[in-house]
């Protein structure tokens, strides 16, 4: 998809506050700092749209941005940041639980991990989560221009296999830097949101 107009429309920390336009909505979810506004920056072809922050744990709001009136990214607070207070990741726990058995534009989730690593436990956790509540995942593993090529196919089975993944689900490799992975990850948003694809 080519974007045009892009805004962040709310932040919202409860389902009372959620838009009500009933566009298809996609969740990001991932570890604090594994990348998920970098991705989004990188989709919607801004350098800071989606709010990077030097701080894990800083975003502590659903954000749901517009894409030309026609489909939500829904950006969550990061998970697995040690210096998150307990009270802080409980709060979280349960706002992310409130959008994903409540909210009914919902489509899908993109899970972003480190593919400089084996996921986590955390990771593990999300994925089954996700799973639990019946949603379509895109498995994205970031940063992938900083591992070698002659690893890529460790790289996809370690993600594969650690994660369980379920044959319906999908894992694209991606780089923010260079922009590898991003038409892969859109042709999967397109076709979840039930967007034209190429629109």
Request: charge should be positive; avoid cysteine; aromatic fraction near 10%.
């Amino acid at each position: 998809m080519k974007v045009n107009h892009v805004e962040l429309t709310i932040s919202a920390a409860s389902k009372t506050q959620y838009p009500a336009t009933g566009y298809p909505e996609i969740t990001f979810v991932g570890r604090s700092n594994v990348g998920k506004s970098s991705l989004i920056n990188r989709l919607i072809d801004r350098k800071a749209m989606a709010r990077t922050s030097s701080v894990p744990g800083k975003t502590q709001t659903l954000n749901f941005y517009d894409i030309e009136s026609q489909l939500y990214f829904v950006d969550v607070p990061g998970y697995g940041y040690a210096k998150v207070s307990k009270a802080a990741r409980a709060k979280f726990a349960a706002m992310i639980e409130e959008y994903l058995t409540t909210r009914k534009p919902l489509r899908g989730a993109v899970l972003l991990v480190d593919a400089r690593h084996v996921p986590s436990e955390d990771d593990v956790s999300m994925y089954q989560y996700l799973k639990y509540f019946n949603q379509p995942v895109l498995v994205v593993g970031t940063k992938v221009d900083k591992t070698s090529r002659a690893r890529r196919a460790q790289t996809i089975h370690q993600i594969e296999a650690t994660l369980d993944l379920n044959q319906t689900d999908q894992l694209v490799l991606f780089s923010a830097e260079t922009g590898e992975g991003k038409d892969a990850v859109w042709a999967w948003l397109e076709h979840t949101a039930g967007l034209p694809a190429g629109d």
